[in-house]
């Protein structure tokens, strides 16, 4: 059970778009849209941003927006503010019945 | 209002066995599946297990088999995860986590509880 693959940081300035990828195999990603987005901030539990794939839970702000092509899920915030810095994390089901996190990538807002 | 608590966590010595608890209210808790998820301080999230509503059905990752358990007791509304044969990698913050849709594992996890450091050192 790899863990999905996450650049470990990206950055970008405020009112820029970022996009993080998260890419896994035909076993999780590539064959499910049960992918969801996780924002963490020092000390807290993780918050929903993103949940099949492209849903947005309610209160989550539509600068976030998330899509799949193939074995690769990418989370794209536009309009960066600072309160955006995070840490972001996808995950995704697989077809052994279990769940996997990716790495998780640390964006820093300039 | 969703509330998760886990309880439980602390040091133990390697080989030995810890008995986590998530105590929830604000939901009707025997719809849920539920999911334990740890972090290593500063580090990522990764998936420990799941139980389904009724508790007939679970699932661990691979660095757990066969060591961890989980369970639940619905008529406390309270998920378990019994730990032996602790390492020292075994040390995280375990969270216990909830999907946002009922009957299913479906919508993402879109509540957490706090978590409970676990310490497994000599």
């Known amino acids: 059970q790899s863990a999905l693959t996450q650049p470990p940081s990206v950055s970008g300035s405020p009112g820029q778009s970022v996009t993080i990828s998260c890419t896994g195999t035909s076993s999780d990603i590539g064959n499910y849209n049960r992918v969801s987005w996780y924002q963490q901030t020092p000390g807290t539990a993780p918050k929903l941003m993103i949940y099949e794939v492209s849903n947005r839970p309610s209160g989550v702000p539509d600068r976030f927006s998330g899509s799949k092509s193939d074995n690769t899920a990418s989370l794209t915030i536009s309009g960066l503010q600072a309160e955006d810095e995070a840490d972001y994390y996808c995950s995704s089901y697989t077809s052994r019945n279990t769940w996997v996190f990716g790495g998780g990538t640390k964006l820093t807002v300039l | 209002e969703v509330q998760l608590v886990e309880s439980g966590g602390g040091l133990v010595q390697p080989g030995g066995s810890l008995r986590l608890s998530c105590a929830t209210s604000?939901?009707?808790?025997?719809?849920?599946?539920m999911h334990w998820v740890r972090q290593v301080p500063g580090k990522g999230l990764v998936w420990v297990s799941r139980i389904n509503s009724d508790g007939s059905a679970t699932s661990y990752a691979d660095s757990v088999k066969g060591r961890f358990t989980i369970s639940r007791d619905n008529a406390k509304n309270t998920l378990y995860l019994q730990m032996s044969s602790l390492r020292a990698e075994d040390t995280a913050v375990y969270y216990c986590?909830?999907?946002?849709?009922?009957?299913?594992?479906?919508?993402?996890?879109?509540?957490w509880g706090r978590g409970s450091l676990v310490t497994v050192s000599s």
């Open positions: 604000g939901f009707t808790f025997r719809s849920y599946w």
């Open positions: 986590a909830r999907p946002s849709m009922s009957y299913s594992e479906a919508g993402g996890f879109d509540h």
